[in-house]
């Protein structure tokens, strides 16, 4: 079963995608800020990381930098609600492996997880792999 780390502030966001994922067979972690998504990526080796980019303790790109740091090559796709021009830009220097302007489409979303990890245990939904 594959894991997906979600590094989001935003509780009601966290909840969906937690529901959504371990709903598609995927084993999910969550954390509330960058730090303790740095600590459970540290200790947990998540085969994908979602992960907003402004949060109050840990931004999203810092994160990602440190993770390479440590020689950690966890694939992040990052979600923004940020109407910041460049952010785009910085993700894809960074190596990510997609990016989400909130509100997303949570089936593209999907599929976006799919494609990175691949299929877990547990089939996707149909939509999804439209």
Known sequence: MKTILI???????TEALSVRLGASGYHVLS???GFEGLKLAVSHRP???LMD???PVGMGFSVAERL???GLRIPVIFMTASKRTGLRKT???????????KPYDAEELL???????GASSHSPSPRACA
Do not use: Y
Not at 91 to 101: C, S, T
């Open 111 to 117: 599929s976006a997880v799919t494609l990175v990890v």
């Open 53 to 55: 980019i402004v949060m």
């Open 68 to 70: 390479g740091d440590l």
């Open 31 to 33: 954390a509330p800020d």
């Open 7 to 13: 590094i989001e502030d935003d509780a009601r966001i």
């Open 91 to 101: 993700a894809e220097k960074l190596g990510a492996a997609g990016f989400f302007e």
């Open 47 to 49: 085969d994908l990381i």
